[in-house]
């Protein structure tokens, strides 16, 4: 075996991630109880989106102007790189806070920007960088599965929350899968979740009810579809 692949297969996944969201999440716990500011704001923003009053929510969202669905889809963008914002729950704010209609416009425009991102750093910082960010075993099995199933490995991921949809941006640009195939899967398959995420929306019961049955339907599905495809196979 040559050297390079040695090194390859011993790249360990970096610590950066988890170090950057521990410091995060530190710093937000700190701010909380150390600035007045912002431990007024956090409980606001709670009592707000957990109200179930859409006029209170709007107007409360209102305030920030043209920067809060800026701030949605650099979140969405960020979110590849940290352990602590799970992609679903940026996309249940948006919903909650912009309405059923222009929260999914917001959830679209989100997860074209953060999948774009996270295509553009696969295809142009290599292998190497992928499996030090997602771990050498992570990366080729999002990397087998793509190669398995294509343009559906990527479609059936964004349908289900519980997959790793960033390891399949980053090994999807890691593959050079054609930009606008990958979107194109990347859309067809976000749809689904963001109109279930808009119509069970409406309450915040709603939609912790919704997103918890409709993940355990979607990951049974995935599983129905593995079964059939390797039978058939």
Same mark, same amino acid.
């Given at each position: ?15 950066s991630?988890?170090?950057f969201? &521990? ?5 937000l716990?700190?701010?909380?109880? /150390?600035?007045p500011?912002v ?14 009053d ?13 920067f809060?669905p ?8 960020l979110?590849m790189f940290? /352990? ?7 996309m249940a ?15 679209f ?5 953060a999948?774009?991102? #996270?295509?553009l750093?696969g295809?142009?910082? #290599?292998?190497?960088?992928?499996a ?7 990366e ?8 398995d199933? =294509? ?7 964004? &349908? ?8 399949i ?7 050079r899968?054609?930009y606008w195939?990958?979107i194109?899967a ?12 808009a ?6 019961d709603?939609?912790?009810? =919704?997103?918890?049955?409709?993940s355990?339907?979607?990951l /049974? /599905?995935?599983?129905?579809y ?8």
């Amino acid at each position: 075996m040559s050297e390079t692949s040695n090194d390859n297969t011993s790249v360990k996944k970096s610590k950066s991630p988890l170090y950057f969201s &521990i410091l995060l999440l530190g710093g937000l716990v700190a701010a909380y109880f /150390l600035i007045p500011q912002v431990e007024n704001f956090l409980n606001e923003a709670w009592k707000v989106l957990t109200s179930d009053d859409e006029k209170r929510i709007k107007e409360w969202v209102d305030g920030f102007g043209w920067f809060g669905p800026f701030l949605l889809v650099l979140a969405m963008i960020l979110q590849m790189f940290l /352990l602590v914002v799970p992609t679903v729950l940026l996309m249940a704010v948006s919903v909650l806070a912009y309405g059923p209609g222009w929260g999914s416009v917001i959830i679209f425009a989100s997860v074209f920007a953060a999948s774009s991102v #996270g295509y553009l750093i696969g295809r142009y910082f #290599g292998e190497l960088f992928i499996a030090r960010l997602l771990g050498k075993r992570s990366e080729k099995k999002a990397e087998g599965f793509i190669k398995d199933y =294509g343009f559906w490995a990527v479609v059936i991921t964004r &349908i289900n929350p519980f997959l790793s949809n960033d390891a399949i941006s980053f090994v999807g640009g890691l593959l050079r899968i054609g930009y606008w195939k990958f979107i194109g899967a990347t859309m067809a398959g976000i749809a689904p979740l963001t109109l279930f995420i808009a119509i069970m929306g409406k309450s915040t019961d709603g939609l912790k009810t =919704g997103l918890l049955w409709g993940s355990l339907v979607s990951l /049974l /599905l995935f599983v129905i579809y593995i079964w059939w495809d390797k039978k058939r196979n």
